[in-house]
């Protein structure tokens, strides 16, 4: 907020790090010790490699192309992809058969994260 008020009065862009640098020296502002610490739990951060994955579309606005990868969730290597003319269950399959041809026999994915949009059949009745 206070570098969006000195851009606003002076017509000069400072990062937020430095006015707070600044503020400290000056002795208007103080470090928060809660800041400091490394978080204990961190998400989409699983050991090891291939215990989960995550699989979501893309669809840029500039081509009429949309994309469908998986990713892994330690690595964050892509496991499998494609692109699509459509998006739909059909082609979420097509991705998720790639995954299994090239990585099941290395270890079976465990888990398998969506947003469960319709294109990976959440509005069927199972």
Not at 30 to 39: A, G, I, L, T, V
């Amino acid at each position: 907020m206070r570098e969006v008020a000195v851009r606003k009065v002076f017509k000069i862009c400072i990062p937020h790090n430095r006015i707070h640098m600044y503020l400290k020296a000056a002795g208007l502002a103080h470090e928060d010790p809660k800041k400091k610490n490394r978080r204990k739990w961190v998400r989409y951060e699983r050991e090891p490699s291939l215990s989960a994955g995550h699989i979501d579309w893309h669809e840029s606005g500039w081509s009429d192309l949309k994309v469908c990868v998986i990713i892994d969730d330690a690595s964050r290597m892509i496991l499998a992809g494609g692109e699509f003319k459509n998006v739909n269950t059909e082609n979420s399959k097509l991705v998720v058969d790639q995954m299994v041809e090239r990585y099941w026999w290395l270890r079976p994915v465990r888990e398998l994260m969506m947003d469960l949009g319709s294109e990976f059949g959440a509005h069927r009745d199972l």
